[in-house]
């Protein structure tokens, strides 16, 4: 079974700070995805890596797959109180199904 | 349409009772998935469509769980016999190739068993 492990599970941070969130496996995913949520929404798609070692950046967010393709983070830099919500990474598996993992989520909180 | 609809956005219901859930894709999507999501934890696989391919029902959770999709489009999840562990948020989402792309979500039905 397939798993993708997120940390840290809560934060909360002042506006302006910098912050990594992490998302790990031992599993290998052909492509992993990063979407936000907030309250009362379904989440929402922020980007998609496909290949080991890929960075993509979205304004202040950078997002990077690791070189094995098991394990990926998103940093955002001087964050704002508009980027609080929950952070859900999902992996797709070797078997390139449609089919999502997700991990469980990490809440973040912007305090202005 | 524009996005992905889910009904009713809200249902509460009684222990035993059954419910259907309906979720209608963004037109020409091939591909629809029901998800769980327990209170700001991730989501929790339940089914997969694809075209006409039999459907992946690998996480439906038990044989009360079960899901169509009519004509390509629109999906109901009944769940008979309701029980408080199944209250939760149920999101559907599609995409258009059924591959590793991303998903576009519906708001969820927030379900409630008292």
């Known amino acids: 079974t397939q798993l993708l492990e997120q940390s840290p599970q809560f934060l909360s941070i002042q506006e302006g700070e910098n912050l990594t969130v992490y998302c790990n496996s031992s599993s290998v995913f052909s492509s992993l995805q990063w979407y936000r949520q907030e309250p009362g929404e379904g989440p929402v798609l922020l980007v998609t890596?496909?290949?080991?070692?890929e960075v993509k950046k979205l304004k202040r967010l950078t997002f990077q797959f690791g070189d094995a393709r098991k394990d990926s983070s998103l940093h955002i830099t001087a964050a704002q109180p508009g980027d609080t919500g929950l952070y859900l990474c999902?992996?797709?598996?070797?078997?390139?199904?449609?089919?999502?993992?997700f991990g469980q989520g990490t809440t973040l909180q912007v305090k202005p | 349409g524009a996005g992905v609809s889910q009904s009713p956005s809200n249902k509460v219901t009684e222990k035993g009772k059954d419910v259907e859930l309906r979720c209608d894709p963004i037109s020409g999507h091939t591909a629809l998935y029901w998800y769980r999501q327990s209170l700001g934890q991730g989501l929790e696989f339940l089914i997969y469509f694809q075209g006409n391919s039999a459907p992946d029902k690998s996480g439906l959770p038990s044989d009360r769980f079960s899901a169509e999709r009519t004509g390509g489009s629109v999906s109901t999840l009944t769940i008979q016999r309701t029980q408080q562990e199944d209250s939760a948020v149920y999101l559907c989402a599609s995409n258009e190739l059924g591959g590793p792309y991303g998903y576009t979500f519906g708001s969820g039905t927030r379900l409630t068993v008292v």
């Open positions: 999902a992996g797709s598996g070797s078997s390139n199904t449609g089919k999502l993992i």
């Open positions: 890596v496909v290949t080991g070692g």
